[in-house]
């Protein structure tokens, strides 16, 4: 059995079948934001996965804090789903 420190947290086991729709490749933000509140947004595609858009965005803050998201399409309209804050 595995166990969770984190709270509110919660894990359970699922059936891998249950997924309708597979996506291949993602498109993802990065949201920089630095100490005087001043944004710089930007969209990455053709990425290999999300380690590599957190070692871009890594890379690129500039001493900077970052939100990663995932975007996708759905029926009512782009969706950013939050995948990491880094400090």
Do not use: C
Not at 34 to 49: N, Y
Request: aromatic share 8%.
């Amino acid at each position: 059995m595995l166990s969770m420190a984190i709270s509110k947290m919660q894990a359970e086991q699922v059936d891998p079948r249950d997924v309708q729709t597979e996506v291949e490749t993602s498109i993802y933000r990065v949201y920089f934001a630095d100490e005087a509140g001043a944004t710089d947004e930007w969209r990455l595609t053709g990425a290999t996965d999300v380690r590599a858009v957190l070692e871009w965005g890594s890379a690129n803050a500039g001493g900077r804090s970052f939100q990663l998201f995932v975007e996708t399409d759905g029926p009512s309209g782009r969706r950013l789903d939050l995948l990491a804050t880094v400090h």
